[in-house]
């Protein structure tokens, strides 16, 4: 028998890819950017929101420890000293309530004044006490706190305005509180937050 050799042809070499094209690479760097930036931009609007909510909730107990002042006590503590108003809710009795040791002066605020006379108040102290020691602020160290705090920890303000407008003794101030927002700039109406929007 004639045997021929049996002649094998090597396989054919297939080129082996050993990595990734600097195409391939810039795509996947640029959807792996855009991803982050999403996800970055989505926690932001949440924590903005959430900032949002906390203060208004806190907007909210410091509108009920108003309200339950003014029931306990018939009075509005206004934003001024008494000194500095004319006519006042039942001057003398506000007086009289300023000079049983409440802060008082141009340079006292508002809300120091508000706290000073709501942590006198039993049922005005829980509801603010129950806001906790991140948000009620005591700066001047005297055990009575001045400030609270909003979510960016910024002081809210207190206000109330004697809004008469006759010579009368009759004075119906309308209290609130104002939260600057997250810009922390008054002036800027839109990101404000007011105790008066929870009605």
């Known amino acids: 028998m004639n045997h021929q050799p049996h002649t094998t042809r090597p396989p054919a070499r297939r080129h082996a890819r050993g990595g990734y094209t600097l195409i391939e690479i810039l795509v996947a760097v640029a959807i792996i950017t855009v991803l982050i930036g999403l996800t970055i931009g989505a926690?932001?609007?949440?924590?903005?929101?959430?900032?949002r909510s906390k203060t208004k909730a806190t907007l909210g107990v410091l509108k009920s420890a108003a309200d339950e002042l003014k029931v306990a006590t018939g009075v509005v503590i206004l934003h001024k000293d008494p000194g500095d108003i004319t006519p006042a809710v039942s001057l003398?009795?506000?007086r009289a309530?300023?000079?049983?040791?409440?802060?008082t002066g141009a340079s006292v605020s508002g809300m120091h004044r508000f706290l000073w006379f709501a942590m006198k108040n039993e049922t005005s102290k829980t509801m603010l006490q129950a806001l906790g020691d991140m948000a009620l602020r005591d700066t001047n160290s005297d055990g009575i706190p001045d400030q609270v705090l909003d979510a960016w920890d910024r002081p809210i303000e207190y206000f109330a305005y004697d809004d008469s407008t006759n010579d009368s003794n009759v004075v119906d101030p309308k209290p609130y509180f104002r939260s600057s927002?997250?810009?922390?700039?008054?002036?800027?109406?839109?990101d404000n937050l007011y105790s008066y929007d929870l009605e």
Do not use: F, K, V
Not at 43 to 51: D, F, L, P
Not at 97 to 103: D, E, I, N, Q, T
Not at 181 to 190: F, M, R
């Open 97 to 103: 309530m300023y000079a049983s040791g409440g802060p």
């Open 181 to 190: 927002g997250y810009s922390g700039n008054a002036a800027n109406e839109e």
């Open 43 to 51: 926690y932001s609007g949440i924590r903005q929101s959430a900032a």
């Open 92 to 94: 003398d009795t506000l």
